[in-house]
């Protein structure tokens, strides 16, 4: 145990104890709880985007997988980037416009229907505990490195100070925890890349030539189709990357912490911008980390590939390094957390109890009490289940809440917007056939049943597709279109009145 590590963990610690201490204080009702009273400028809830966006996976799962599989790794990278368009284009002034604290208002917004609330909310759990699991995976993985702990120690330890900044901080505290992480990570990662072409003298060619020869990979490093040889099922993945952003819970509901729909349009680009500038450096993190560090080692710590980049800076900077990469990536994680936390017991405790329960009668403080129970009960569910996914790369897992979003809540965001014919039933119907079918295909497929050490569970898939959203995406469209012309509900006076507002705020 690194005395350094040691200390830098627990300055991260201190400091964001402070930041919801500070923020606790402001927090006394469900809209500060919820939205942070709605006053962060553009830049801040940009810096706070990129902050809840680049998460475990991003710094610590595409680092990974860039130095084990190489070009196949980058595929995360430019997925995740590209999503911001959609984002941009499609999804941030509309949600802004028609919702008030979750995705589901947005939704009711056109449904006044209980029911299309009540599967939205669910959608944002699920969705929500599958991005959890990937943190606390890495998180897991990253404190049994450092200090020796086993995964499960390590894994309760993280679950118990996220359950802290959500509960007494709220938003506010998230937002901010958020902000801190996002410029410590950028400042990390730009430390490591530049060390890493320093090695390379600054040349890029030089380092793609040395990579031919420094991994078991040899030249194939370089090449596409050493994780995914199947073309399929790069598409696959790559179309859950691309569409899922826009449909991500803790990412939507960013945009109600800002005053109007200009500031949410303008913190998309300046989050944009700082999560490009991430990604291209994932490369040199993912390069420098097969090439100093080499596959072997970066597996006989952990099997999906996860502790790359720590081991990069222990190899290349020494302990201190080491130590502050690794409470960076700790940083990483609590900030992810905090968010998905808090988006999925803001879904419980305003759409599902506020709404359904208690039909928009609950008290401001009723609502605000349930909110922090629902929080300790997602952290609770989300532990029980990361104990069980060790084995697992936190990229691969964050990739499927990606599909799970851009199957179950995609759909419905954009023909809410978009699509005059579209009723309750086709609501209902394409958020629970996307969710259930990508839920299905996960659990038949080669990640939860392969070989032994390699999978969850011993046996044979019925998929060979690690991603579904080949699949489970198209049906999530299809069953949105099906339920609506199977259904004789017209809702075309509303949709005018959703339109106009969606588009001008008026």
Same mark, same amino acid.
């Given at each position: 145990?690194?005395? %350094?590590?040691? *200390?830098?963990?627990?300055?991260?610690?201190?400091?964001?104890?402070?930041?919801?201490?500070?923020?606790?204080?402001?927090?006394?009702?469900?809209?500060?709880?919820?939205?942070?009273?709605?006053?962060?400028?553009?830049?801040?809830?940009?810096?706070? &985007?990129?902050?809840?966006?680049?998460?475990?996976?991003?710094?610590?799962?595409?680092?990974?997988?860039?130095?084990?599989?190489?070009?196949?790794?980058?595929?995360?990278?430019?997925?995740?980037?590209?999503?911001?368009?959609?984002?941009?284009?499609?999804?941030?002034?509309?949600?802004?416009?028609?919702?008030?604290?979750?995705?589901?208002?947005?939704?009711?917004?056109?449904?006044?229907?209980?029911?299309?609330?009540?599967?939205?909310?669910? =959608?944002?759990?699920?969705?929500? *505990?599958?991005?959890? &699991?990937?943190?606390?995976?890495?998180?897991?993985?990253?404190?049994?490195?450092?200090?020796?702990?086993?995964?499960? !120690?390590?894994?309760? +330890?993280?679950?118990?100070?996220? !359950?802290?900044?959500?509960?007494?901080?709220?938003?506010?505290? !998230?937002?901010?925890?958020?902000?801190?992480?996002?410029?410590?990570?950028?400042?990390? %990662?730009? *430390?490591?890349?530049?060390?890493?072409?320093?090695?390379? =003298?600054?040349?890029?060619?030089?380092?793609?030539?040395?990579?031919?020869?420094?991994?078991?990979?040899?030249?194939?490093?370089?090449?596409?189709?050493?994780?995914?040889?199947?073309?399929?099922? !790069?598409?696959?993945?790559?179309?859950?990357?691309?569409?899922?952003?826009?449909?991500?819970?803790?990412?939507?509901?960013?945009?109600?912490?800002?005053?109007?729909?200009?500031?949410?349009?303008?913190?998309?680009?300046?989050?944009?911008?700082?999560?490009?500038?991430?990604?291209?450096?994932?490369?040199?993190?993912?390069?420098?980390?097969?090439?100093?560090?080499?596959?072997?080692?970066?597996?006989?710590?952990?099997?999906?590939?996860?502790?790359?980049? $720590?081991?990069?800076?222990?190899?290349?900077?020494?302990?201190?390094?080491?130590?502050?990469?690794?409470?960076?990536?700790?940083?990483?994680?609590?900030?992810?957390?905090?968010?998905?936390?808090?988006?999925?017991?803001?879904?419980?405790?305003?759409?599902?109890?506020?709404?359904?329960?208690?039909?928009?009668?609950? %008290?401001?403080?009723?609502?605000?009490? &349930?909110?922090?129970?629902?929080?300790?009960?997602?952290?609770?569910?989300?532990? *029980?289940?990361?104990?069980?996914?060790?084995?697992?790369?936190?990229?691969?897992?964050?990739?499927?809440?990606?599909?799970?979003?851009?199957?179950?809540?995609?759909?419905?965001?954009?023909?809410?917007?978009?699509?005059?014919?579209?009723?309750? /039933?086709?609501?209902?119907?394409?958020?629970?056939?996307?969710?259930?079918?990508? &839920?299905?295909?996960?659990?038949?497929?080669?990640?939860?049943?392969?070989?032994?050490?390699?999978? +969850?569970?011993?046996?044979?898939?019925?998929?060979?597709?690690?991603? $579904?959203?080949?699949?489970?995406?198209?049906?999530?469209?299809?069953?949105?279109?099906?339920?609506?012309?199977?259904?004789?509900?017209?809702?075309?006076?509303?949709?005018?009145?959703? =339109?106009?507002?969606?588009? /001008?705020?008026?």
């Amino acid at each position: 145990m690194s005395p %350094t590590a040691v *200390i830098l963990f627990l300055c991260i610690i201190l400091l964001t104890m402070i930041i919801t201490y500070y923020a606790a204080k402001k927090t006394d009702s469900s809209s500060e709880f919820y939205t942070g009273g709605g006053g962060l400028t553009g830049w801040q809830n940009g810096l706070a &985007i990129a902050g809840d966006y680049m998460s475990a996976a991003s710094f610590l799962g595409i680092a990974g997988t860039i130095a084990l599989t190489g070009f196949d790794g980058f595929f995360y990278s430019l997925g995740f980037l590209v999503a911001y368009l959609v984002v941009l284009y499609l999804v941030a002034e509309p949600l802004r416009n028609l919702g008030k604290y979750t995705m589901a208002d947005m939704i009711a917004a056109r449904f006044a229907n209980q029911n299309v609330r009540g599967v939205a909310a669910l =959608n944002t759990i699920t969705i929500s *505990i599958f991005y959890m &699991i990937a943190q606390l995976v890495g998180a897991g993985a990253l404190i049994k490195l450092l200090f020796g702990f086993n995964y499960y !120690t390590s894994v309760l +330890i993280v679950g118990i100070l996220m !359950t802290i900044y959500v509960v007494f901080g709220g938003m506010r505290a !998230t937002s901010w925890v958020q902000i801190t992480k996002a410029v410590l990570l950028m400042g990390g %990662t730009l *430390i490591l890349s530049l060390i890493v072409l320093a090695k390379f =003298n600054f040349s890029i060619s030089e380092m793609f030539t040395q990579l031919k020869t420094a991994t078991p990979l040899k030249e194939a490093f370089l090449n596409p189709g050493n994780k995914y040889k199947i073309p399929v099922e !790069t598409l696959s993945l790559n179309l859950a990357l691309v569409l899922g952003t826009a449909g991500l819970p803790h990412i939507l509901t960013r945009f109600y912490t800002v005053k109007n729909a200009a500031t949410a349009r303008s913190s998309v680009v300046s989050a944009t911008w700082v999560i490009g500038i991430f990604y291209v450096m994932t490369l040199f993190l993912g390069f420098g980390a097969a090439a100093f560090v080499g596959a072997k080692d970066i597996t006989a710590i952990d099997k999906g590939g996860n502790m790359a980049a $720590p081991l990069l800076a222990k190899a290349l900077g020494g302990d201190f390094l080491f130590a502050f990469i690794s409470a960076v990536a700790f940083a990483t994680i609590l900030a992810v957390v905090t968010g998905l936390v808090l988006s999925a017991a803001s879904a419980f405790s305003h759409d599902f109890y506020g709404q359904i329960v208690r039909k928009g009668k609950a %008290t401001d403080k009723e609502e605000l009490k &349930i909110a922090r129970f629902a929080s300790i009960g997602v952290a609770v569910l989300s532990i *029980i289940f990361a104990l069980f996914a060790q084995k697992l790369n936190v990229a691969f897992l964050v990739s499927i809440a990606f599909a799970v979003a851009a199957s179950a809540n995609l759909p419905v965001i954009l023909f809410t917007v978009y699509w005059k014919r579209f009723n309750t /039933t086709g609501a209902i119907v394409g958020m629970l056939s996307g969710l259930v079918s990508c &839920i299905l295909l996960v659990a038949v497929g080669p990640n939860i049943w392969g070989e032994a050490g390699k999978a +969850i569970l011993v046996g044979n898939p019925l998929i060979n597709l690690a991603n $579904p959203g080949i699949i489970s995406i198209p049906l999530g469209f299809l069953g949105a279109y099906i339920g609506t012309m199977l259904s004789t509900q017209r809702d075309d006076v509303k949709y005018t009145e959703i =339109n106009v507002k969606a588009n /001008t705020g008026m």
